[in-house]
């Protein structure tokens, strides 16, 4: 069923600064009446007109980024009207503490640092922000933080709402999900980091990564945080590069994956509201092929794990191929990567995809930008569920000019 109705229900025109857009006037919703079984199209705005060129992209993603932050994860706040940054390093071990406050209570956190040894390029090294300590093998050449993301929001079960550091600062009652939580605290980092020359790291070149649940934390930091160069979910299945609505596909296909219905009972990386759209995706007007596009045309490489049902294989690959178009419109389909194969736990990182990983490392953190990053497969394990592009990609792909 194709969506008939393209009307704003609550529009406000804010202005192209704000939406980080180029048009003269950017419409951004936080609500459209929507009704499509299908992917929606990514390149055609909120009023039902086609995205034509690289600016109209830029516009169009403000618009399904507002449209994200209403209906699944949350309003992100500004940064804190103080950040103060420390840092100390002692060997190749070095220690980013930051105290951010609102003129009210403060938080401290602390990532630490693992330097290569060797001497540093003269723009500093690049730098991979691990969630919970990520599980990719780290090339020579690249510093590597760990980000304790659990403790910027919690994320034991539905008693996690509101716990955790960002809620100490924003309060227990802040629309803001673990996953807009996690990507605040990135985004500090970030700041702290250009602030802090001493730190010697070079914040041009930095990447992302998690696993699993930390994966879809990695997903959302990379689309809502344009100064990440690299973004690198891991198994990151439902709520990260999967769609909702191909997940209920595969799921109503026989297969026990992860759903939005689901995800909602079992933990709060999605805001208090998403609970009133999982189960009728047709409404939401948006899915997780836009949110992996909002990173475009900056690199993303997910790797994902037919091995285990629950993340939802099938999904994942129409997912990311739909989300390839946005890529491929902008002329830049190499950067974006996606592999998929069996044979290792959850987790563990398989050594047949190291060849593929080190080539996004070389051409977007290691300043190799001739390094070929063609890589987009799939073993094509689909729980037995058969993926046909053709009854959810109902567009086609335009050259954005
Ligand atoms: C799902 O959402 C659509 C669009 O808003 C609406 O027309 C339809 O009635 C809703 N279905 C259910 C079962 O709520
Ligand atoms: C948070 O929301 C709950 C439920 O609406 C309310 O009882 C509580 O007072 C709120 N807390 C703050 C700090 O606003
Ligand atoms: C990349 O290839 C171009 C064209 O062949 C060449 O001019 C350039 O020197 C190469 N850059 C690097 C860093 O190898
Ligand atoms: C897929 O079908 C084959 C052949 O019927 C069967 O052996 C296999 O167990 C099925 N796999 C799954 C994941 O259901």
Request: charged share 10%.
């Amino acid at each position: 069923m194709r969506f008939s109705t393209l009307i704003q229900l609550s529009v406000a025109f804010i202005s192209a600064a704000s939406a980080g857009a180029r048009r003269a006037d950017c419409p951004i919703a936080t609500s459209l009446p929507f009704d499509d079984d299908e992917l929606p199209d990514p390149f055609t705005f909120n009023d039902g007109t086609p995205v034509l060129t690289t600016d109209d992209w830029t516009c169009r993603a403000a618009q399904i980024n507002a449209l994200i932050s209403s209906y699944e994860a949350g309003a992100l706040p500004p940064p804190p009207s103080s950040l103060g940054v420390a840092f100390t390093r002692s060997g190749s071990s070095g220690t980013l503490s930051l105290t951010a406050s609102n003129g009210g209570p403060s938080i401290t956190f602390a990532p630490t640092i693992t330097f290569p040894s060797g001497t540093a390029p003269a723009a500093g090294w690049p730098l991979v922000i691990t969630f919970e300590g990520g599980s990719i093998p780290i090339p020579a050449g690249i510093a590597t933080m760990n980000y304790a993301n659990s403790a910027m929001a919690a994320q034991t079960d539905l008693s996690s709402r509101g716990v955790g550091l960002f809620y100490n600062l924003f309060g227990a009652n802040a629309t803001a999900s673990s996953m807009v939580a996690w990507a605040w605290g990135v985004s500090r980092i970030i700041d702290a980091l250009e602030q802090t020359p001493a730190a010697g790291i070079n914040t041009q070149r930095i990447a992302v990564t998690g696993c699993s649940r930390d994966g879809k934390g990695a997903l959302t930091a990379g689309a809502l945080e344009p100064r990440i160069a690299l973004t690198i979910p891991q198994e990151s299945g439902s709520g990260g590069d999967t769609c909702w609505r191909l997940s209920l596909f595969e799921q109503n296909n026989g297969a026990d994956v992860q759903t939005a219905t689901e995800i909602v009972q079992e933990n709060v990386w999605f805001a208090p509201g998403f609970a009133n759209f999982v189960n009728n995706l047709s409404a939401l007007p948006f899915d997780h092929h836009m949110l992996a596009a909002l990173i475009a045309p900056r690199a993303l490489v997910s790797f994902e794990n037919t091995d285990v049902v629950w993340l939802s294989p099938l999904s994942a690959w129409g997912c990311m191929s739909a989300a390839h178009t946005v890529w491929a419109a902008l002329g830049v389909p190499d950067n974006h990567g996606f592999a998929q194969v069996g044979g290792h736990e959850h987790c563990q990182w398989p050594a047949s995809l190291t060849p593929t990983l080190d080539a996004f490392f070389d051409k977007f953190l290691l300043d190799q930008p001739n390094v070929s990053t063609e890589f987009f497969s799939t073993n094509g394990a689909f729980n037995n569920v058969t993926w046909n592009p053709a009854d959810w990609i109902s567009w086609t792909t335009p050259q954005l000019t």
